[in-house]
């Protein structure tokens, strides 16, 4: 499903990622772990085509389409979803029209007619109920006066709504109680399939007791440095980072 | 590299879809104002000789007046002897016109600014006014609205055939010497509409006067009254284009409202003069004075504005609320992009018991652009118990654009209340960005954004007028972000 060969970016003229090699299968989940500043974000960032990242080098090849040509709408449309760390509040605009517009968007894309309203309420009612969330929630401006815990919950709120491919979560879990943790651990385990893929950007082992990965990676610096199986997970949980650090040459 | 501030940066403009100019034969007079110029008007449209006294007096106190230059705003000085101020399509007779009369060409005009009179006339219920330039092409069901009593014609043709009417009524709410512009307009108003709506008729329908500056060098100066009777109705909607041309040229309309006891005036004007290209080069000044008076008891003025034109917008539709329990309402969209300028607002005058208004103002700055928010709220000792509600928004795309919020407050007795509420949002990059990823496009992100922010004042729009005004919100912002 996705290819990342040699990915190299730089933000302000500074080298952040220094040569990635991931492959992403659909059906997998892949944790990517690693200290803070290592660089983690800017992957999320860079896949999802932030602009002020600038890619200098490699290539990100996704369903069998190079990543990198396209728009951050044209990655959307082809799929890709990103739960961002930091949600950012939209003034006047409610989450459910918001989706409206998005899913709509999609589905334009796809050359699809529009939702109709009937199904689409249908469709955030279902999706809103694995997320535990109240209808009247969403007809709040997006984010707006949100707690931490709900942002996160309504980014998984979305990704449940558009069903993408390929979902990046990053560090979704921050800020989150362990019950609310719990319910979105559920709605995304719930929304995995065998034609989707997941990569949990996350810095504590706790998520991945919930969200079970095929795959663990160590980034650092802007490498990714250890892969293993889920109990990499646990030797960072007991031995830090130190350990990996070591291992990378420091 | 190109960083989401690039984008931002990148402004791609999109033409201005209402800046043809139409090929008619004109009658212009010469550049320059004088007494005899404002004789020639007065002239060329048959008027009674009252009517010229009252114009050469105020042409000599606007010589002992000069131009305001406490707004926000700043543009090269005008010289007013390089303007012509009357321009008119020219005609075989000077009778008012019937449609059947009116020119191809500017038939033609108005039907690329889609408001075909014919089409009007049969299908929308729209009775409309069109003004071309200096003079009033057109007035639409005309006999229909006459079985009710209602007059709706042409300023021209209201001061010869309602003279008694159009004499106790103009200069009633905007004085000749309320303001340079408005001396000025009073001097060599040219035409614009005229409406009155007797006692206890609810207006059937919509009333609407379309505005088009077309003649090179002109000035528009028209001059707008509206008449309501004791327990009258009346919706108004105005809407005006102008051809994209290099130079600045200067629009000074006034618009007086009367509201006697009972009556209900609602005034909504979708402003789209020409506002210049994305380097500031010409546009449309628009310095306009409007203001309502709620004259009677239990009467109610409401203006509603969509202003996204002009490359100056001066203009702060008011109303003086004289009547016990009179309500004033100022609905208000101001956008501004490129170089454009707005200093735009309202005033609010509270002079009668258990008065109330409502300022609902959303200002939206994008490019280069600056847009002010001005408004008084005044409330006389008279005025016992006295309430007034203020909401000023400003929204920010990019960040090379400034909003300004300029609200003052005069309450002179201790029983009224006064609320205000201001915020400022900004659309950034980031956000941009997360309707990106998303899958929604950039220009529908603001689009969607916008409306959500306008909900409010989009609502108090007719239904017709409102799909035309989102339109033309989403096309204003076109190209403010790559
Ligand atoms: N927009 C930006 N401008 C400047 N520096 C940035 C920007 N984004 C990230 N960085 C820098 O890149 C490095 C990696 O950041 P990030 O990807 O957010 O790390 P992580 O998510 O792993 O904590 C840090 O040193 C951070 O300061
Ligand atoms: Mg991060």
Not at chain 1, 73 to 95: D, K, M, N, W
Not at chain 2, 143 to 159: H, Q, T, W, Y
């Amino acid at each position: 499903m996705l290819s990342i060969n040699n990915l190299q970016a730089s933000v302000e003229g500074k080298e952040i990622l220094k040569g990635i090699n991931l492959i992403v299968n659909s059906g997998e989940i892949h944790a990517i772990m690693g200290p803070n500043g290592s660089g983690k974000s800017t992957l999320a960032s860079v896949l999802a085509g932030r602009s002020e990242y600038e890619v200098t080098g490699g290539e990100v090849v996704f369903e069998g389409k190079d990543l990198l040509e396209m728009s951050p709408e044209e990655r959307s449309h082809e799929g890709v979803f990103l739960a961002f760390q930091y949600p950012v509040e939209i003034p006047g605009v409610s989450t459910a029209n918001f989706l409206k517009t998005a899913l709509n968007e999609v589905r334009k894309h796809r050359g699809e007619d529009q939702l109709d309203a009937m199904d689409f309420l249908k469709l955030m009612k279902e999706k809103a109920k694995l997320m535990d969330i109240e209808l009247s929630f969403l007809q709040r401006s997006l984010n707006e006066g949100f707690s931490g815990g709900e942002k996160k919950r309504n980014e998984i709120f979305q990704m449940a709504m558009l069903n993408p491919k390929l979902s990046i979560l990053d560090e979704t879990d921050s800020g989150l109680d362990i019950d609310a943790l719990k319910i979105v651990s559920n709605g995304v385990n719930s929304l995995r399939s065998k034609d989707n893929a997941t990569i949990v950007i996350t810095h504590y082992q706790r998520l991945l007791d919930y969200i079970i990965p095929d795959f663990v990676h160590v980034l650092y610096k802007g490498r990714i440095v250890k892969s293993g199986g889920k109990e990499l997970a646990l030797e960072l949980e007991s031995r830090g980072y130190d350990w990996v650090k070591d291992e990378a040459g420091e | 590299m190109e960083t989401g501030m690039d984008i931002l940066d990148e402004v791609v403009s999109r033409d201005y879809q209402y800046g043809f100019v139409s090929d008619i034969e004109q009658e212009i007079t010469p550049k320059g104002l004088s007494e005899d110029i404002v004789r020639l008007i007065s002239n060329k449209k048959n008027e009674p000789e009252w009517m010229l006294e009252w114009r050469l007096k105020a042409y000599r106190h606007w010589l002992t007046m000069r131009e305001p230059k406490w707004s926000n705003v700043h543009y090269p000085a005008i010289d007013f002897n390089d303007i012509s101020y009357y321009a008119a399509p020219k005609v075989k007779t000077d009778a008012p016109l019937s449609l059947d009369d009116i020119d191809p060409e500017i038939r033609k005009t108005f039907d690329k600014l889609g408001i075909s009179l014919i089409e009007q006339q049969r299908l929308s219920g729209i009775a409309v006014d069109a003004v071309f330039d200096s003079v009033s092409v057109a007035t639409t069901f005309k006999a229909k609205l006459a079985e009710k009593g209602i007059i709706f014609c042409s300023m021209s043709e209201a001061v010869r055939e309602h003279p008694e009417l159009v004499k106790k009524y103009i200069g009633s709410v905007v004085p000749v010497s309320d303001n340079f512009y408005s001396a000025l307009n009073s001097a060599v108003f040219s035409d614009g509409s005229f409406c009155y709506i007797p006692k206890g008729v609810r207006c059937p329908m919509e009333l609407s006067t379309y505005f088009r500056i077309n003649a090179k060098d002109t000035g528009q100066f028209e001059r707008t009254l509206i008449v309501a009777d004791e327990g009258s109705y009346v919706s108004y909607l105005e809407g005006c284009t102008a051809p994209m041309r290099d130079e600045n040229q200067l629009h000074a309309a006034v618009v007086e409202i009367v509201a006697h006891k009972d009556a209900e005036v609602k005034y909504s004007t979708v402003q789209n003069w020409y506002p210049g290209d994305k380097n500031g080069v010409g546009g449309i000044f628009n310095f306009v004075t409007k203001r309502g008076i709620c004259i009677g008891d239990n009467s109610k003025i409401s203006w509603t504005q969509v202003e996204t034109g002009s490359a100056i917008t001066w203009k702060y539709p008011s109303v003086i609320l004289k009547g016990d329990n009179s309500i004033g309402e100022f609905y208000s969209v101001a956008v501004t992009n490129n170089y454009q300028q707005a200093d735009t607002g309202t005033k609010m005058m509270h002079i009668g018991k258990n008065t109330k208004s409502r300022i609902v103002s959303k200002g939206i700055s994008a490019g280069k652009s600056q847009n002010s928010y001005r408004g008084l709220v005044k409330i006389n000792k008279t005025a016992t118990n006295a309430r007034n509600f203020s909401q000023c928004d400003s929204l920010l795309i990019g960040d090379k654009c400034g909003a300004h919020t300029f609200p003052y407050l005069e309450v002179s007795n201790s029983n009224s209340m006064v609320e205000h509420e201001a915020t400022t949002s900004k659309i950034g990059e980031d956000i941009l960005f997360y309707c990106n990823q998303r899958g929604i496009p950039t220009e529908e992100a603001i689009a969607l954004i916008v409306n959500g922010y306008c909900k409010e004042v989009m609502n108090q729009l007719p239904m017709e007028f409102a799909v035309e005004a989102q339109r033309l919100l989403s096309v204003s912002l076109e190209g403010s972000v790559g």
